[in-house]
């Protein structure tokens, strides 16, 4: 198939067709109405393949972890569509089951099949993090969950619009089970709005190129994306790596939740197999499988980063997840945290193929979004829902170190700055800085976590956390150390105080002038501490990265004796 085209032009139509799926972020960043979409760009659009469902090409604005969970929402759309074997042109479902779709309750998507001279071709589809979706708790990251119907209102596939004109009894249902009808309103508009822009585009390409042409440079970036993955699959050793990190819990009962993995390599070929991680819990930690083969993809993503984003990278590898697994888990089960366990699911792909190649991995990253909802009604009874994730420290690498207050690695998207924050919701920042000494030692030391120290300026209100992190610190590699864990205090009138489970607690009752505070997560190191250099420790004390002490501690006096 890839020689039914020529490189040059399939480079041009590549550029086009990303471009495509990049307008359609940008169009709905900006016209969100809340801030996890509009700042964060919890989000992601792109195109799929008309008959499998598979990724063609997703925008790279998005969040890298939808372009293998948006390929089983696509299947799931087809599949509902050829059991009532009604789908026409101008039709959109949207759903946010997370079972079908993968990730949690919160992402809605919306597919739409796009036909060409009255013919499917492909399908467009976006997905987006709504501000709320019902369920008991504002924001919906209910760590204590035991059933996705306490985590959000579940709506399975259903037509949004038939043939161009919208359900507006499912708009009616949508809007009455959120607490913020008009951050759902306008969140959805905005989606519609880059679905919409998105067919007009595609009209635009297959009018100047043709709908075969298009279509074999498709096919071709598929095969050639398979090609690549194979040729650097080719250049490791052959071999079986195996590594383990533990969950605190899972919010419900105080248990270490084991995920472990073991990476094969034989030839152009990989295997990922996660038997003996933990099965399935009572408590939101839990992901469904399209969650977990999508994350396996994201970790690949980040060990050969110049592999395009697409179906035909996954083509040579074997994601095998156990039944009853905790990554493999069925409805009703909760899994509104999915995003604590696809860290640590990357954290242990990156600790095996560090025995196979180190110079590929960074260190384990902070490993937790701790996902802080704050709400509460204002003085003249509107309801307010400050939702948000927060940053850490990112792990070393073979030539530098770790980033400091970085993004989860799941995801491309932003910390919503703390301007934004205050002027949408009665709090105030007492505290957005680095955290000292938490970065992981190394040759390359990690980046260093963050402290945020968050006061309530309305009457009263409720927060809720639910993090990771807690009790088993972000690991090193190749010698290097681990970064500081995680440590979340609330304060009420009595003083501070630290959840039971470490990481994870509902109901913090809060009143004007008390205050909610995040330590994050450093990075790992990478290499062995005594091969840093001691102008580069010198430097960190300077800039207060490290005290004296732990600089001393960690990597003895020699700094002392150098200019920063």
Known sequence: MTGDIDPITLAVLAGRMEQIADEMDATLFRAAFNPIIAEAHDASHGLYHATSGDTLVQGRSGLPIFVGVMSFAVKAVIEKAAEAGDLADGDIYIFNDAHMGGTHLSDMRLVRPYFHDGELFCYLASVGHWHDVGGAVPGNYNPSATEAFQEAFVLPPVKLARAGALQQDIIDILLRNTRLPQSAMGDLNGQLGALDLGVKRLDALLAEYGAKTVKAALDALQDRAEALMRAELAELPDGRWEADDFLDNDGITDTALPIRVALEISGDRMVLD???????????????LPTAV????????????DLPANAGVMRPIDVRV?????LSAEFPAPVGGYTETILRMIDVIFSAAAQAAPERVVANAYGTINALSIAGKRANGQRWVMFSFYGGG???SDDC??????NAPISTATIPPMEILEAAYPVMFRQWALRPDSAGAGQHRGGLGAVYEIELLEEKAEAFLFGE?????PRGVAGGGEGAMNVFHYQQDDGWHEPPLASKMLGIKLTRGQAVRLETPGGGGYGTPGARSPE????????GYLTAETATETYGPGWQEVDP
Not at 536 to 543: K, N
């Open 274 to 288: 996660f038997a003996g991680s933990a099965t399935v819990t009572a408590g939101p930690v839990n992901i469904a």
């Open 294 to 305: 999508a994350t396996a993809y994201v970790a690949i993503k980040h060990i050969f980063p």
């Open 322 to 326: 156990p039944d009853g697994s905790l």
């Open 394 to 396: 990112h792990g070393g």
């Open 401 to 406: 170190d770790g980033l400091n207050h970085g």
């Open 469 to 473: 992190r807690g009790r088993f610190a």
């Open 536 to 543: 580069a420790v010198a430097r960190d004390v300077a800039l």
